[in-house]
Nanobody, 121 residues
Framework: QVQLVESGGGLVQPGGSLRLSCAAS????????MGWYRQAPGKQRELVAN???????NYADSVKGRFTISRDNAKNMVYLEIDSLKPEDTAVYYC???????????????WGQGTQVTVSS
């Protein structure tokens, strides 16, 4: 069993900051990547940022320069530092991990339950 749990969401004013955290736990052999997706009401889920275990990083164009992803590989943690928040950042933010539970398994995606980020004055 693998579980991803997010925390750190909340209500913040435009221009404010948040730090989201995600912990992966359970039977984990190896993690390829961890990242963050978000889904606003009525919209498709979209990639915000992800980070490979080897160190490479991807960001959505809309968040470049404002969001920073980091990982603690030893603790199976991923973080998202969010600065200069805009109302359009309002969404449920989901943690994602692509991992193997054993060396013989395929790489599979696992998801957290989501944490709400609301940007409003």
């Amino acid at each position: 069993q693998v579980q991803l749990v997010e925390s750190g969401g909340g209500l913040v004013q435009p221009g404010g900051s948040l730090r989201l955290s995600c912990a992966a736990s359970g039977t984990i052999f190896s993690i390829w990547a961890m990242g963050w997706y978000r889904q606003a009401p009525g919209k498709q889920r979209e990639l915000v940022a992800n980070k490979m275990s080897g160190g490479s990083t991807n960001y959505a164009d809309s968040v470049k320069g404002r969001f920073t992803i980091s990982r603690d590989n030893a603790k199976n943690m991923v973080y998202l530092e969010i600065d200069s928040l805009k109302p359009e950042d309002t969404a449920v933010y989901y943690c994602n991990a692509r991992l193997k539970k054993s060396w013989t398994d395929r790489w599979d995606d696992y998801w957290g339950q989501g944490t709400q980020v609301t940007v409003s004055s």
